[in-house]
């Protein structure tokens, strides 16, 4: 889990899905997990980085 050990305490990003059913997920990354992990790798690099949506 991304949000487990030390990579908890070096919190970088929120990944935030909306599905077209209108739910919700969330959780809470850090640097580490995003720039080695190959489905997040692959991810930003095909859908970019967006920065948070303001609140």
Do not use: Q, Y
């Not at 991810?43 to 303001?54: R, T």
């Amino acid at each position: 889990m991304a949000t487990s050990g030390e990579c908890d305490k070096k919190l970088f990003a929120e990944v935030r899905t909306e599905f077209r059913d209108g739910s919700v997920h969330h959780w809470r990354v850090c640097g580490e997990w995003l720039t080695t992990r190959p489905s997040a790798i692959a991810h930003i690099e095909a859908n970019g980085f967006l920065e948070p949506a303001a609140s």
